[in-house]
């Protein structure tokens, strides 16, 4: 009888994901960056060039399915998790509008010129018969995302989550992160659509009517569910099961009306009633399964598809200049808006520095966007490059602006996932 690989390929990306995120811990780094770079160790870039043959026996394509439900589920407790953590910081309500300078001027910037780049990328990356406008809205969200779960952890690993600098990044992070959703929604809705407008209405009104259901409907009943059955705070297995199980169910609902299954599992997360002790437990529970154990693997299959076609030609030009309007348009677009707000120079710096993280939830924009042939494996490659180096890039640049933390306040003590 046949074997499956599964076992093995598992114990592969595992442990060089475990050893990476070892190494870039030590260099002061979050470990999912050691995880992202271990994706593309995996990939043809490396262990494809270095040992083709093995490699071609321990990821063919005839094995990946297995591979690609663990990530699959993954990605879905992930992107729960992510939805339930996110959340104003307290004490920061006053400070909205100094947050919607900072996160929308941070997610302006980029987009417009993600807009003005794509005129360029479209004729020589887009995949054949993908219109213009969804290509370009999608580089254009791209270029605008910040990571909210990785700043989180950089902020916390440097003791300032809880000061006014690390309340206000994360702030602005959650409502530009919010909007970026939501264009990126529009984006698979105008990829997916291939009948014509009807299809894109038919695909958004069902998108806003299960937020309606979620918030106006689930919300409530969940709230008072937990009340009833978690008087301390502290679901049980029966009711965390109960969770995931609606967690999969609007997975399952957003894959139906052909939106991709992450914006379910986030929406859910996001209808959760703001309870401390609830995330907490929901850290503790599912965490160590869905970050330390199942989204590695979604790492390792996102490095399965970067190519090395990707630098042929102009390719490590267009690169160069992916990664250098990438980072001039948050830093400079987070900087204006902080200055907007009438933060002074360093801090407003500092801000924009915070804004250019985009670690994970790129590479799950980048993910959502190849799943639904928007873009194709060339320009996946560029940009999930550009996500590692613009995230690399927030610990040193931090260290040199802020050479002490602002603020004596500790750390913030509500758990962030350990990315």
Known sequence: MAHSPLLLQLVVILLTARLLSFVLRYLGQPP?????????????????SLAPEFHAQLFAPSSLSALQGVSQ??????????????????????????SAWIGGCAMLLPFLLGLGLSPWLHPQLAPPGVPFLPFALFIA??????????????LKDKGLAATPIGQLGLTSAALADL???????????????????????????????????????????????????????????????????????????????????VFGAFVFGLCLPRDDK???????????????????????????????????????VTLLVIVALAILGKVLGGAAGARLAGLGWRDAFCLGTLM?????????????????GVIGKEIFTMLMLMAVLTTLMTSPLLNLL????HGAAEPSQRKVPSL
Not at 32 to 48: C, D, K, N, R, T
Not at 199 to 223: C, E, K, Q, S, T
Not at 356 to 372: A, H, Q
């Open 32 to 48: 999912v960056i050691g995880e992202m770079i271990a994706g593309l160790m995996l990939g043809p870039l490396v262990l494809g």
């Open 278 to 316: 609830l995330l907490d437990t929901l850290v503790e529970r599912l965490e160590h399964v869905a970050v330390l154990v199942l989204m590695p693997v979604f790492f390792a299959l996102a490095g399965l598809n970067t190519s090395p076609d990707a630098f042929v030609g102009l390719g490590a």
């Open 141 to 154: 969200t791209a270029m605008a995302i910040t990571a909210f779960p990785v700043l989180a952890r950089i």
């Open 402 to 405: 802020m050479r002490r933390p």
């Open 179 to 261: 909007l970026a959703w939501i264009l990126l929604a529009l984006v698979v809705a105008l990829a997916a659509a291939g009948s014509g407008w009807g299809d894109i209405a038919r695909m958004l009104l069902g998108a806003i009517l299960l937020g309606v259901v979620a918030f106006a409907g689930v919300r409530p009943l969940l709230a008072a569910l937990l009340r009833r059955q978690v008087a301390d705070g502290r679901p049980d297995g029966a009711v965390i099961s109960g969770l995931l199980i609606v967690t999969f169910a609007f997975a399952a609902l957003t894959q139906w009306l052909r939106l991709h299954e």
């Open 73 to 98: 589920i993954g990605l879905v407790l992930f992107m729960f998790i992510v939805g339930a953590e996110l959340r104003m910081p307290t004490g920061l309500r006053s400070q909205m509008v100094s």
């Open 356 to 372: 250019n993280t985009r670690g994970l939830m790129e590479l799950i924009v980048l993910k959502v966007g190849l799943d639904v």
